[in-house]
């Protein structure tokens, strides 16, 4: 399905991809590069992009509902969290969840024990996601982190990074050659999950998104833009339009459909 680009360096694979779509490109471009100079992540956040990381665009132009487009960032997650978990040995690959919306991280041993010691030490992230309508068309951007920069620059972002190097993959390779397996990885992964998708919408995946959930059962705090409080409650899935369904302290359900996660 995919017309794969590989670049030594370029201002953002997302941008390239948005350009594809205004020139009119079919689906199936994807786009991926060794470093960004001006990457950036979910809802427009800087993506500090140093050699280390896979840096991977896809253009797509689904014919589904106007409703499924929200999902179609946890079904990524889902084919991301598969790709990476299928590079590493099984008691590794157990720790790679997904964080709701489209985060994939990685889970502290001790998780998912009430008693783990900090809240703050219980993840790491592995990769970010983004998805927007551009044009007509889809750009999803995907950033996975899988070496350590050489030049000891940091990511950024607001949880600690985690490397794939850490979990020990890409020590009997080249750089460029582990970075060519992950993005390798994720785009097989994702094919038959977007035909999936674009054939019977997000309900079907839903059950392995919650499996694979690190906030499945938790008790959280949901925020908006603002950093305003929208509720309380416990994690107890996502539905088929990819909310995520808390149970409330008063017995009641209430279904997110976007916002900042804050476990508590």
Partial sequence: MFRLQVLESVDSTNEVIKRAIEDGEPEGLAIRAYCQTGGYGRQGRAWKSPRGGMYESI????????????????????AV?????????????????????????????????????????????????????????????????????????????????????????????EREAAINAVGDAVLHEFEPLYRRWCDGGFAALSGEFAEHSMLEGRFVRMANQLGEVVCEGTVRGVDASGRLILRLKDGGAKAVASGEVHLL
Wanted: glycine content about 8%.
């Fill in 59 to 78: 253009l797509l132009r689904p014919e589904v509902e106007m409703r499924e487009l929200p999902t179609l960032a946890l079904v990524v997650a889902i």
């Fill in 81 to 173: 969290r598969r790709a990476l978990a299928s590079l590493v040995v099984d008691d590794q690959a157990r720790r790679i969840c997904i964080k709701w919306p489209n985060d994939v991280v990685l889970v502290d041993g001790t998780f998912p024990q009430t008693n783990a010691p900090s809240i703050k030490n219980l993840y790491s992230k592995l990769a970010g996601i983004s998805s927007e309508v551009h044009a007509g068309g889809i750009c999803v951007g995907i950033g996975v982190n899988v070496e350590p920069p050489e030049d000891a620059m940091e990511v950024g972002g607001k949880n600690a990074p985690a490397y794939l190097a850490d979990l020990g993959f890409g020590f009997t390779c």
